[in-house]
């Protein structure tokens, strides 16, 4: 029986979109409450202070959404607005928001539970969106996010405790990230699938064991196994 491990972000899910909507939201309410707030509002600026913080938290904090409370305090410092308070209330505002409106792709919950039929599934993600708050829960033997236990992708060690949950051979890591799935699953000894759906040219140091359009190609692959 194979193991198939998938990631989240980009991968079943939009998230990217999710963020950028649940931004725009927290922003209308930061507006709502703070009328008098100055400085650049826009998303695109939001989404570049939460950057600036990932990187100075970089290996000190793994968790998201304090990362993200980080990032909402250095906005508002950014516009002379330093209040913990207000910081707290938009970051719960946003998680709220973002997983509110969840934007699977079409082909997941097809893939997923015919997969179940014959494998063992799991989801190994670095992000936040666990199973249920997708609705995915029962689709997912096993789940791995890596803020729980300190190790992100590409590390072999978060590879080794997914192994470790679900038996069989072969394991696959099925993901839209060259480097933090497929080049992660290869040095743990997994074949890395890389999910393309922007038809993107391949690296040339870049070698995923499979490259793929579709999930629904995974069915395929399977049925081989």
């Known amino acids: 029986m194979a193991v198939f491990y998938f990631d989240g972000d980009q991968t ?12 725009a939201a927290t922003i209308g309410e930061l507006k709502r409450l703070r009328p008098d707030a100055e400085g650049d509002l826009g998303v695109d600026q939001f989404i570049a202070d939460r950057e600036v913080v990932a990187e100075r938290l970089l290996g000190r904090v793994t968790n998201l959404e304090q990362v993200r409370l980080a990032a909402f305090k250095h906005s508002l410092a950014r516009i002379d607005i330093p209040d913990d308070a207000l910081a ?27 997969l179940r039929r014959s494998h063992h599934v799991g989801l190994l993600s670095n992000g936040n969106s666990y199973p249920h ?8 033997e096993a789940t791995v996010p890596s803020q729980d236990h300190g190790i992100e992708k590409p590390d072999k060690r978060i590879f080794d405790i997914a192994s470790a949950l679900l038996p069989g051979e072969p394991r696959i890591m099925v993901g839209d990230s060259l480097r933090n799935d497929v080049q992660g699953a290869q040095s743990a000894g997994w074949t890395g699938i890389w999910l393309n759906r922007d038809s993107a040219p391949t690296p ?12 629904t190609d995974l069915l395929e692959v399977a049925s081989g196994l």
């Open 12 to 23: 079943l899910l939009d998230f990217r979109a999710m963020m950028r909507r649940a931004m």
């Open 204 to 215: 040339k140091d870049a070698a995923p064991d499979l490259v793929i359009r579709s999930l």
């Open 88 to 114: 707290a209330h938009l970051n719960a505002f946003y998680l709220e928001r973002r997983f509110a409106d969840v934007e699977l792709y079409d082909d997941v919950l097809l893939v997923l539970a015919e």
């Open 133 to 140: 708050r997708l609705g995915l829960e029962d689709l997912f």
